[in-house]
């Protein structure tokens, strides 16, 4: 197709770095990605301050992080909420943040700074989806 050709990324527009996906079961929808899909599992972790288990795929550009709550909490309520496979959150990455908000701000739009590397859309803004902004290498 033609709209896939000479797409240069423009350095100043954010990339997509990686989704969040809560599951109830992160094995088995590791195995679709991996074994079905035919992509690559890059690493697997205990997050223990969050009691969650978490498996990231390379899908050959943006990541996913596969997140599988194991305790009660806001992630375990979101995903008895929302269901299996549930995009929590996407996670987007700028080359200079405070620029980004300013030309974000510029054409109307809000974010909240969380910490000088980090900042958020507002949920109304984003249509309900977590949508983080970090800077490279933070």
């Not at 700028?94 to 900042?119: F, Q």
């Amino acid at each position: 197709d033609t709209q896939w050709q000479d797409s240069r990324r423009d350095c100043e527009s954010p990339r997509i770095d990686h989704v969040v996906i809560l599951t109830e079961d992160a094995e088995k929808t590791a195995a679709f990605y991996t074994d079905v899909m035919g992509l690559n599992q890059l690493a697997r972790e205990t997050v223990v301050n969050e009691n969650t288990k978490v498996i990231w795929i390379d899908t050959n550009g943006a990541k996913l992080k596969l997140v599988q709550p194991r305790s009660q909490g806001s992630l375990m309520a979101t995903l008895q909420e929302k269901g299996d496979g549930y995009p929590a959150e996407i996670v987007a990455e700028v080359a200079d943040l405070e620029s980004y908000i300013d030309r974000v701000e510029s054409g109307g739009g809000r974010v909240e700074r969380i910490s000088t590397k980090n900042a958020c859309f507002p949920r109304d803004l984003s249509r309900g989806i977590n949508i983080t902004v970090v800077q490279s290498g933070s």
